[in-house]
């Protein structure tokens, strides 16, 4: 069954600092990804997505992520962090099948240090 | 339409009625999810439609949830004999197809007391 995993429940990050948040998903066949953000009283929106192709993609407000087949993994990453950044970051996986349904995880909350 | 819709945006119920929530996904789009977000917890899959197939209902927790969607368009998730702890919001999203990324509305806030 598909399953999408973010062992990180909280991170704490000081403005400016770099940021990687953590996606593992469990699957046999090819997925697809992506990472949608969730402001505080705002609802889900999308980040950025990867399909096939080039495993580094690159997303809105300076996020980019990076596929590894290797490690299941499709982590977040963003060189230098913003207030405005502080949110609920959720990564999500569908297969590539005709009844594939889009599964997320459980989400990391972000917070930023002044 | 421009987006996903969903009303009531708010819902209080009294514990044992029923509810109805209604979802307006986007135009043209085949495919439409619902979700279910407790507070502070991520999002959990309730059931997907897809064109003309058999809905994926291996989410709904227990068979006081269903939903239905006509025409393949706008949907009604229904939850029967409420619960306390059926209090969350609601997410409907929808999709082109496959291997498409969901668009979410804003939700319906279900608060059963």
């Known amino acids: 069954a598909q399953s999408v995993t973010q062992p990180d429940i909280h991170i704490t990050v000081s403005e400016g600092a770099s940021l990687e948040l953590r996606c593992n998903y469990s699957y046999g066949a090819t997925p697809y990804l992506f990472w949608y953000v969730q402001s505080p009283g705002q609802g889900l929106q999308l980040l950025l997505k990867y399909f096939s192709g080039d495993t580094l993609v690159q997303g809105i407000k300076g996020f980019e992520a990076e596929f590894k087949r290797s490690q299941s993994s499709f982590n977040l990453r963003k060189p230098s962090v913003h207030w405005s950044d502080a949110a609920e970051y959720f990564c999500a996986v569908g297969l590539y099948s005709s009844a594939s349904k889009i599964i997320f995880g459980s989400g990391t909350r972000l917070s930023i240090r002044p | 339409g421009a987006g996903v819709s969903q009303s009531p945006s708010n819902k209080v119920t009294e514990k044992g009625k029923d509810v109805e929530l209604r979802c307006d996904p986007i135009?043209?789009?085949?495919?439409l999810y619902w979700y279910r977000q407790s507070l502070g917890q991520g999002l959990e899959f309730l059931i997907y439609f897809q064109g003309n197939s058999a809905p994926d209902k291996s989410g709904l927790p227990s068979d006081r949830f269903s939903a239905e969607r006509t025409g393949g368009s706008v949907s009604t998730l229904t939850i029967q004999r409420t619960q306390q702890e059926d209090s969350a919001v609601y997410l409907c999203?929808?999709?082109?197809?496959?291997?498409?990324?969901?668009?979410f509305g804003q939700g319906t806030r279900l608060t059963v007391v």
């Open positions: 999203a929808s999709s082109l197809g496959t291997v498409s990324e969901a668009f």
């Open positions: 135009s043209g789009h085949t495919a």
